[in-house]
Nanobody
């Protein structure tokens, strides 16, 4: 089992930036992919970004490409989401996610473990 805990959400004005963090605990010694999803009110949860175990490969939803950057720090068992040029469309609860992955450079959009989420609200 892997436990995930997000932080860094909050209220920000349109055009501003936020950095989300997610710390993993539990069975984290093996390789795993980590990612971020979000769910806006009345909408389904959607994929945002993912990063491989090695940190070399990343994957982004088209809606955030060029604005968001995902990264990870294996020593700190953490993954980050730097969000720039935020708009009201980015308002959502953001979830950290993880799954086991043997291939160190592979990413995924399917995950097994989820955090509780952190609220991001962008005011226009």
């Amino acid at each position: 089992q892997v436990q995930l805990h997000e932080s860094g959400g909050g209220l920000v004005q349109a055009g501003g930036s936020l950095r989300l963090s997610c710390v993993a605990s539990g069975r984290t010694n093996s390789g795993y992919v980590t990612g971020w999803f979000r769910q806006a009110p009345g909408k389904e949860r959607e994929f945002v970004a993912a990063v491989s175990w090695s940190g070399v490969s990343t994957d982004y939803a088209d809606s955030v490409k060029g604005r968001f950057t995902i990264s990870r720090d294996l020593n700190k068992k953490s993954v980050y989401l730097q969000m720039n040029t935020l708009t009201s469309e980015d308002t959502a609860v953001y979830y950290c996610a993880a799954r086991s992955m043997i291939l160190v450079h592979a990413t995924s959009r399917e995950f097994d473990y989820w955090g509780q989420g952190t609220q991001v609200t962008v005011s226009s």
